[in-house]
């Protein structure tokens, strides 16, 4: 069956590695800090101004000091720091974060990703997003194959405006783990219980298929 989005975490957090500095965008990619490896030391980063983020806190336990970016509270761990905007965004901007986890509403077959806006409706603007894309070197999303309405959000070319151009290097959904190559989507690992079939009808864009495809590892 496919993934809800503690289980495309739960898969996200596969990819994180000992010592690695973080940054979790609004969304699915805020639960991954939940499920990190407990044998492994991670500083997640916040771009309003926290390295060190913790899993969310227990009912009862919130500080509503102490907020991600996505204005949720959070926990922090020994050795917390908490800093100005212009702090954080100097280490984004200067390649100082190992990893950047981020949610898409469309990706195309080159890496694009459109996370921001959808025309006609109402928007706080982008955010942290166009810094993380443009100063990342490791990027991965976190999203639903597709829409509502069944259509697929992993597309040749995004219809919505983009926040960054070709930077996309792996997309994890609730049907797959996909990474971006030169000639398309390739699948690695499809969902437990869907076919390579299924994924298949799932996508628009250019899919690749080497070999027998495992199922995901949660």
């Known amino acids: 069956m496919a993934l809800d989005k503690i289980g495309i975490a739960k898969r ?12 979790l965008g609004i969304g699915i990619p805020t639960l991954v800090a939940n499920y ?5 030391e991670v500083e997640f980063q916040s771009e309003n101004g926290v390295l060190g983020m913790g899993p969310f806190p227990f009912d009862g336990e919130e500080d509503a000091d102490i907020i991600n970016a996505g204005k949720q509270t959070i926990t922090t761990l ?7 905007s212009a702090m954080s965004f100097s280490m984004i901007r200067g390649k100082h974060v190992d990893l950047t986890i981020l949610g898409a509403m469309e990706v195309s077959e080159n890496g694009d990703i459109a996370n921001w806006k959808i025309p006609g409706k109402m928007v706080k603007g982008m955010g942290g997003a166009m810094d993380l894309v443009a100063s990342a070197e490791n990027i991965i999303v976190a999203m639903m194959h597709t829409n509502k309405a069944g259509e697929s959000k992993i ?13 996309v290097k792996k997309i994890v959904t609730n049907l797959a783990v996909l990474e971006v190559t030169d000639k398309g989507f390739k699948l690695l690992e499809r969902a437990p219980g869907i076919s390579v079939e299924d994924i298949k009808k799932a996508t628009e864009g250019t899919l690749i298929i080497e070999g027998d495809i495992p199922e995901m590892s949660i």
Do not use: H, M, W
Request: contains cysteine; aromatic residues 10%.
């Open 12 to 23: 996200i957090a596969k990819e994180v590695q000992d010592g690695y500095y973080v940054n």
């Open 78 to 84: 020994p050795g917390a720091s908490f800093f100005d």
């Open 155 to 167: 597309l040749k070319r995004c219809s919505l405006p983009l926040t960054g151009v070709g930077c």
């Open 36 to 40: 990190v490896r407990d044998d492994i």
